[in-house]
């Protein structure tokens, strides 16, 4: 089935500001709670919300097979489930309806005061019920840096890290949508030249500048997707936040991996990207040397060219971009690490969400967290203030955005806005 609704030359009579991350070729999904106190599916062009649910109502999706209350609901897993054939007919379809040349709804006063929103009306939620979520580590240069930074620079990338995509299952109760705020979390510590641990605030708290993405019902459990249908079975993306202690991290994470220092909070975006709209901005990741495993080698373009920014917002409002990366730069792509996910039979659900790991870039100013980009506090980071920062302080707000441009045509997702609070009942 073709995507029209991709087609570049469409636009919209919905009033849409040049530059946008939301024009009519976008067509995100999300839940948010309307000026009514009522709990709804949407989409977005421009910066005009709309309601689904009540589209729905109104027989504006006519003739695809939904179920009367597919949009009338507080996450859009039931709608994941209704595969990739459902998700584009109903991506094509609102692009009709919002095609400039469509005077059905443009014409219709009394529909449009109850199907659309300004921003400012509506709350945006989590989009989707995350049963589980899973992390991978898949940024080559950041395992080098991690690497090089905590054990031996000479031998910085583990023996496994070149032939699995590695990764580990984290928290999902505590993943927020952006503007919720964090505490900065308490733990477990070893102050360097300790020999015992102590307690407190951590001190070393740190951003991870990732993307997830979230997936459909992708299997029956001992079932492995296959390495070619495995973006079949990616619903789309959102930016992500993996808020981390590095502190605490480094005191427990060995052997078992991260734990605490990492489930205390994640942030995304609330507007999920599908990856039909991500199509036109595909392009090949690095080069894999030495070739994956069978079951995870492919052929062609699978990941794709999205511009990432990180600002810190410090309490006054003085904003800097501290770290400009692309998620081009992943070493795995997401059908590998789908396809490795389940390679062992592990069951895959609608909503499930994977973070792509920190994506940072070849250079020192696209590294994506604090832990490298100052260098484990060596090299503190300037901003716009004259203040410096090591790692993240108390009301300091991270900000994530990220979007793809080409030749004039646009795709984003918005941004990931959190502030962190000092601790939990200060
Ligand atoms: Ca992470």
């Known amino acids: 089935m073709s995507v029209t609704a991709n087609d570049p030359k469409r636009k919209t009579w919905i009033n849409t500001p040049e530059n946008s991350d939301f024009p009519i070729q976008n067509i995100p999904f999300g839940v948010f709670l309307t000026r009514d106190d009522i709990i709804t599916i949407g989409t977005r062009i421009g910066d005009t919300a709309i309601d689904l649910g009540a589209m729905h109502q109104l027989g504006y999706f006519e003739g695809i097979p939904l179920t009367d209350d597919i949009f009338l609901q507080d996450t859009l897993n039931d709608f994941i489930s209704d595969g990739k054939k459902t998700w584009r007919l109903v991506r094509n379809r609102i692009s009709d309806v919002f095609d400039i040349k469509n005077e059905t709804l443009k014409n219709n006063e009394d529909h449009k005061s109850i199907i659309l929103f300004e921003l400012e009306e509506i709350e945006m939620k989590l989009p ?23 054990r031996d620079p000479e031998n910085a990338l583990m023996p496994n890290w070149l032939h699995i995509p590695v990764g580990y299952h984290g928290r999902s109760s505590t993943i927020v949508p952006s503007g919720v705020p964090i505490h900065r979390p308490m733990g477990q510590t070893l102050p360097r030249g300790a020999e015992k641990p102590v307690f407190g605030p951590s001190r070393l708290v740190d951003f991870e500048l990732e993307m997830a993405f979230i997936t459909t019902d992708a299997n029956v459990m001992g079932e492995p997707v296959p390495i070619n249908e495995a973006e079949d079975y990616i619903f789309g993306m959102v930016l992500f936040n993996d808020w981390s202690a590095r502190d605490i991290q480094k005191w427990e994470y060995v052997p078992l991996g991260p734990f605490l220092g990492k489930s205390f909070a994640s942030s995304i975006s609330p507007w999920i990207v599908t990856l039909d709209a991500l199509e036109p901005f595909r392009t090949k990741g690095p080069k894999q040397d030495p070739e994956p495993l069978p079951y995870l080698t492919q052929d062609g373009n699978h990941s794709f060219d999205i511009q990432l920014e990180l600002d810190i917002i410090t309490e006054e409002g003085v904003a800097t971009t501290i770290s400009k990366s692309n998620f081009k730069y992943m ?18 659900n609608s909503g499930d969400m994977m973070g792509s790991g920190t994506i940072s870039g070849p250079t020192a100013d696209a590294y994506g967290s604090m832990l490298e980009l100052a260098w484990q506090g060596t090299r503190p980071v300037p901003l716009n203030d004259g203040t410096e920062r090591k790692f993240i302080q108390d009301n300091d707000t991270v900000v994530i955005r990220g979007f793809c441009q080409e030749g004039g045509r646009r795709v984003g997702f918005g941004k990931v806005s959190t502030k962190l609070l000092p601790i939990f009942g200060s």
Do not use: P
């Open 128 to 150: 989707v019920q995350i049963g589980d979520y899973t992390d991978f580590y898949s940024s080559r240069e950041h395992a080098t840096n991690v690497g090089t930074m905590f």
């Open 331 to 348: 070493y795995w792509t997401m059908a590998q690490q789908l396809a490795h996910h389940t390679v062992n039979g592990c069951k895959v």
